[in-house]
């Protein structure tokens, strides 16, 4: 969305290349869509979203893709496919957004909240090193680097009493695999890249 | 006893009086089927396609007369116009009046059918679609003509059509509070047609939503996006312009709450359904009821009867979708018969 908010867009001159990319690259088909808001209402994080799922989708009707490539959206997004399990014409929203996020960290584009953008770096920094996300380290880490030494710490006690959280990092057999699949990716081997 | 056969007289000869005249013929009892035009067909046989299957309306037709002319027992009266009728002996006596030469005749009949269908409401009280003004601003009759025009190869190919849902219909100000049901669907079938011409036209619908309650009918609205990409854009348009000869139709996206527009060659109104200008006096005539609208009124209980010995089928009591009309056309022969054996 421009600047120009208020001049009508001239839909017959947006060109539908990125619908049309999306649907050849993905096998996701925007036309699909009957624009119910299913996937909005039930989103995990909808309420931080500044374009929600249904909304994602009008942005590439317009072929809007620096509004989609900016947006805060694709970085607190949970990609946890509620909005895929719920949709009624089954279109994988969260490959959507797997596919812009790549696009945007490729053009240099990170969230604009630092803190999201050190989370998502600690988050694939632990997969690269152990093969899979291991959270205690990463929350000790998260909390450490933003000085809330005691964020959540309540919350991370329940859990561990639950056996819900392990301070030991869970072992993960082909380890080298996982991180074979970081080569050549825009996530480059340091983790912190920024 | 009078041994004359017992006589139903069918007014207007659309899919719905067809369909009945055909079925009292096929029963055994007379029929005469009435019909102001010259053709047969009514307003089905001004229509390009139909729903949901892209058949040629004017085939049903075909198929439909040829059975007529093979039933002994309907009798066929083009030009003609009911002038009067009154009570006689049991029935009506009713007279048709030949449009061609100004004669009139009486004929006795035993029961009534009217099925003189709906009509496209008057547009030009919609000054800010410019109907009448733009020429290339249609009505969706008009645009089944140029539909025709185009299959044949004659008239300009369009860039961009745009497609204007509910003009007339749930609009409480300046046209009518219901839903006229049928726009949805041939307003799909409209826009679906000129993709299949023109594949490379940007074809636009604005919509407040669709409604698409039938066998197949939300398929096909669905097949007319996903597989025909025709767009469509949620939102009732707030103008029609015009700019360097072509039409520009201003709306808002109320998918996101921003003003779009979209600049085409035709624009295409989807005109409410109106009950025809005459069926208020025919069925003051008959002695049936009808609503606020015009619309003829069924009794309680009995969906095709409006009073006694006079049924209605067809667009006469609401906006049909042919299918329909043709169910309402037999319920209603159905109910003649049914009189007929009874007595």
Known sequence: ?194 | MRNREKTAIVIGAGPAGIEAALKIGQAGYQAVLAEREAELGGTLRQLYSSFPRWEDPRDLLDAKIRQLENCPRVSIMKHSTVEASQLHEGGFLVTLRDSRNGTTKDLHVDAVILATGFALMDLSIYGEYGYGIYPEVLNALEFEARLREWSQGSGQAPQGVALIKCVGSRDRSKGNPYCSKICCMYTAKQAGLVKDMFPDAKVYVFYMDYRAAGKEYEEFVRDVIEKKHVRYVRGRPAKVLCENGRLLVRAEDTLVGLPVEVLVDVVVLASAAVPHPGTRKLAEMFGAKTDEYGFLENERFEPVKAADKVFFAGGCGFAVETPLALQQGAAAAAAVIALFNTR
Request: positive net charge.
């Open chain 1, 1 to 194: 969305m421009g600047p120009d908010f208020y001049i009508p867009m001239r839909l017959n001159e947006v060109d539908d290349s990125l619908q049309k990319e999306i649907k050849e690259n993905l096998g996701v088909d925007l036309e699909m869509c009957l624009e119910c808001g299913k996937c909005s209402g039930g989103c995990s994080n909808g309420q931080s979203f500044d374009y929600t799922p249904r909304k994602i989708v009008q942005l590439v009707k317009f072929n809007d893709e620096e509004t989609l490539l900016s947006m805060d959206a694709l970085w607190i997004c949970l990609s946890c496919q509620l909005c895929l399990d719920r949709c009624p014409s089954g279109i994988d929203l969260p490959r959507l957004l797997d596919y812009l996020r790549a696009k945007a960290y490729r053009k240099g584009l990170r969230a604009s909240r630092p803190q999201v953008q050190l989370f998502y770096e600690l988050m694939l920094s632990s997969v690269r090193k152990i093969g899979r996300v291991s959270e205690f380290p990463v929350i000790l880490q998260f909390n450490w680097k933003t000085g809330q030494y005691l964020k959540d710490a309540h919350l991370g006690l329940t859990m561990f009493l639950k056996g819900k959280l392990s301070f030991l990092s869970p072992h993960v057999k082909e380890k080298e695999k996982v991180r074979r699949l970081f080569n050549g990716s825009p996530v480059e081997s340091r983790g912190n890249n920024r």
